[in-house]
């Protein structure tokens, strides 16, 4: 199985700010790499797929980068609404394992 | 409009069974990838099973000859058959649409509420 590790696990940030969050994957995955937002108590929402393709609906201050194994989530100006967790997710081969998440709180 | 309304989940005894179903509407679930996913109290993300549409199953280590996804293409639901229960099965299980996003690409796009199962004595 492919084992997908994401850092930093939580990070503190203010309203404004650039955020950067990292995911690394054990192997290989070309662009087979999905980031996921999830608020309390809510689903998980698809914002990103193929490493950098905007889902439709997400705003565009969200942006993915990477190949292969290194992978960025990218949140260029910090809104309220964005105080949630991120998961990447692979997509590359079953099981599609996620990352173990990285929780973006209010400094 | 498209969504996912689950249900069946509950508290149960430990070595005890449970349905979950997974109501479709706006799409054919029988057409595409459908996976349930689930997340233990306070941890992430856990993978759980998937059916693709030609109706090939894969399920993780961790419930493999346990846990059986499956759909009825008449409700247009998918379920999940969950048999011998452990405390570690206590989570809120989510279904999720495998979107087939690009020609190559594929991605959780519709998600469900959840729906809890808390298994203990």
């Known amino acids: 199985d492919i084992q997908m590790t994401q850092s930093p696990s939580s990070l503190s940030a203010s309203v404004g700010d650039r955020v950067t969050i990292t995911c690394r994957a054990s192997?290989?995955?070309?662009?087979?790499l999905n980031w996921y937002q999830q608020k309390p108590g809510k689903a998980p929402k698809l914002l990103i797929y193929?490493?950098?393709s905007l889902q439709s609906g997400v705003p565009s201050r969200f942006s993915g980068s990477g190949s292969g194994t290194d992978f960025t989530l990218t949140i260029s100006s910090l809104q309220p609404e964005d105080f949630a967790t991120y998961y990447c997710?692979?997509?590359?081969?079953?099981?599609?394992?996620f990352g173990g998440g990285t929780k973006v709180e209010i400094k | 409009e498209v969504q996912l309304v689950e249900s069946g989940g509950g508290l149960i005894q430990p070595g005890g069974s449970l349905r979950l179903s997974c109501a479709a509407s706006?799409?054919?679930?029988?057409?595409?990838?459908m996976s349930w996913v689930r997340q233990a109290p306070g941890k992430g993300l856990e993978w759980v099973s998937v059916?693709?549409?030609?109706?090939?199953?894969y399920s993780a280590d961790s419930v493999k000859g346990r846990f059986t996804i499956s759909r009825d293409n008449s409700k247009n639901t998918l379920y999940l058959q969950m048999n011998s229960l452990r405390g570690e099965d206590t989570a809120v299980y989510y279904c999720?649409?495998?979107?087939?996003?690009?020609?190559?690409?594929?991605?959780?796009?519709?998600w469900g509420q959840g729906t809890t199962v808390t298994v203990s004595s």
């Open positions: 706006g799409f054919t679930v029988r057409s595409n990838y």
């Open positions: 193929a490493a950098s």
């Open positions: 059916i693709y549409s030609g109706g090939s199953t």
């Open positions: 997710q692979q997509s590359y081969s079953t099981p599609a394992t």
């Open positions: 999720a649409r495998v979107g087939q996003l690009d020609p190559d690409y594929y991605g959780m796009d519709v």
């Open positions: 192997q290989s995955i070309g662009f087979y």
